[in-house]
């Protein structure tokens, strides 16, 4: 009896011993995915900076350019518009792909050949009628 009390001690200490390999593995792959992921963030955030400068520095030169031949302040009022209708079809560009949804059924179409989770059927079947014995040979049938 001695001998499984022991055994069982054995068997805590494993178990504890590996929960705490797993937990430092764990924690060790996302220290090292949250890296990852924070340089790529730094990077994109850096990169949109940049592209700030060079958009402001672009208006800044097209508002030059303009204001040799006009005064500056319809220079500006032009630049303003020109960057106005350039954010104007930038945010239609993205809006484009968020289309409404396609609904999962027709009205009036045919039922689906099984439920959107896969289970089952998606209607309870349908029974069969058997023949009226009542009916006379000659009376005229329903559907003709």
Same mark, same amino acid.
């Given at each position: 009896?001695?001998?499984?009390?022991?055994?069982?001690?054995? #068997?805590?200490?494993? =178990?504890?011993?590996?929960? *705490? %390999?797993?937990?430092?593995?764990?924690?060790?792959?996302?220290?090292?995915? /949250?890296?990852? *992921?924070?340089?790529? !963030? =730094?990077? @994109?955030?850096? /990169?949109? &900076?940049? &592209?700030?400068?060079?958009?402001?520095?672009?208006?800044?030169? %097209? $508002?030059? !350019?303009?204001?040799?031949?006009?005064?500056?302040? &319809?220079?500006?009022?032009?630049?303003?518009?020109?960057?106005?209708? %350039?954010? @104007?079809?930038?945010?239609? &560009?993205?809006? /484009? +792909?968020? +289309?409404?949804?396609?609904?999962?059924? =027709? =009205?009036?179409?045919?039922?689906?050949?099984?439920?959107?989770? $896969?289970?089952?059927?998606? @209607?309870?079947?349908?029974? *069969?009628?058997?023949?009226?014995?009542?009916?006379?040979? #000659?009376?005229?049938?329903?559907?003709?």
């Amino acid at each position: 009896m001695d001998r499984l009390d022991h055994l069982e001690h054995l #068997d805590k200490h494993l =178990v504890e011993e590996l929960a *705490q %390999v797993a937990r430092e593995t764990v924690r060790e792959e996302l220290r090292e995915q /949250s890296r990852k *992921q924070r340089r790529t !963030a =730094v990077l @994109y955030a850096a /990169s949109g &900076a940049a &592209a700030l400068y060079a958009g402001g520095a672009v208006a800044l030169a %097209v $508002g030059l !350019a303009l204001a040799i031949g006009l005064p500056g302040w &319809a220079a500006a009022l032009i630049t303003a518009a020109l960057l106005g209708a %350039v954010a @104007y079809l930038l945010r239609g &560009a993205a809006h /484009s +792909g968020h +289309g409404p949804h396609a609904p999962h059924r =027709v =009205v009036g179409g045919t039922p689906p050949p099984a439920p959107p989770g $896969g289970l089952g059927m998606p @209607y309870p079947p349908v029974p *069969q009628t058997p023949p009226m014995p009542h009916t006379p040979p #000659d009376a005229p049938h329903r559907g003709a």
